[in-house]
T-cell receptor
Framework: DAGVTQSPTHLIKTRGQQVTLRCSPK?????VSWYQQALGQGPQFIFQ???????QRGNFPDRFSGHQFPNYSSELNVNALLLGDSALYLC?????????????FGDGTRLSIL | GESVGLHLPTLSVQEGDNSIINCAYS??????FIWYKQESGKGPQFIID?????DKRQGQRVTVLLNKTVKHLSLQIAATQPGDSAVYFC??????????????FGTGTQLKVEL
């Protein structure tokens, strides 16, 4: 049973470019959340998707957008990249109605902005 | 606002000793408190959680204690092993009406196990 998978594992971009990160949730999960983890910090919640809609959003600008597909996989898009966007981007999956079940994380995409 | 913080950024223990990692939180409206372990190059791995109406929960070699009076959470690891070396995060889980939830993480504690 595959866990949460993310691609790519590493990515290098320059300022002003756009990037798309991908996530496949754990089998049986229907909800995907995205987190940004700066070096030496805890993950920060970006947003959460369920039934192909954004359900919750953290304190991130509109440059951060996402999408969820009918097979529950998800994409995170970031436009007009800034140096400060350099971070580890984590995807977590869970069940929408599974309030007592933990979120399962992938190993992340390391994004470096030059 | 919501915040979850940790008292100590680094904790060094001898192999075989017990480890205690502490965490303070400020939001009393959370549903669960969770401990995650993150090894270098990996995503956070769930260790144990505790519902907000409980004060203690035990797992395999780990115990989580919740003191709501002082808004304090701790993770106890028994007989610490080299494989326990990692960064440990406490996180608060808050559900929303209709389903779904989000996690609010602290900055983490680096646990180093010395042989």
């Amino acid at each position: 049973d595959a866990g949460v998978t993310q691609s790519p594992t590493h990515l290098i971009k320059t300022r002003g470019q756009q990037v798309t990160l991908r996530c496949s949730p754990k089998s049986g999960h229907d909800t995907v959340s995205w987190y940004q983890q700066a070096l030496g910090q805890g993950p920060q919640f970006i947003f959460q998707y369920y039934e192909e809609e954004e359900r919750q959003r953290g304190n991130f600008p509109d440059r951060f957008s996402g999408h969820q597909f009918p097979n529950y996989s998800s994409e995170l898009n970031v436009n007009a990249l800034l140096l400060g966007d350099s971070a580890l981007y984590l995807c977590a999956s869970s069940l929408w109605t599974g309030g007592n079940q933990p979120q399962h994380f992938g190993d992340g995409t390391r994004l470096s902005i030059l | 606002g919501e915040s979850v913080g940790l008292h100590l950024p680094t904790l060094s223990v001898q192999e075989g000793d017990n480890s205690i990692i502490n965490c303070a939180y400020s939001n009393s409206a959370s549903d669960y408190f969770i401990w995650y372990k993150q090894e270098s190059g990996k995503g956070p791995q769930f260790i144990i959680d505790i519902r907000s109406n409980m004060d203690k929960r035990q797992g395999q070699r780990v115990t989580v204690l919740l003191n709501k009076t002082v808004k304090h959470l701790s993770l106890q690891i028994a007989a610490t092993q080299p494989g326990d070396s990692a960064v440990y995060f406490c996180a608060e889980k808050k559900g929303v009406t209709g389903g779904g939830n989000k996690l609010t993480f602290g900055t983490g504690t680096q646990l180093k196990v010395e042989l």
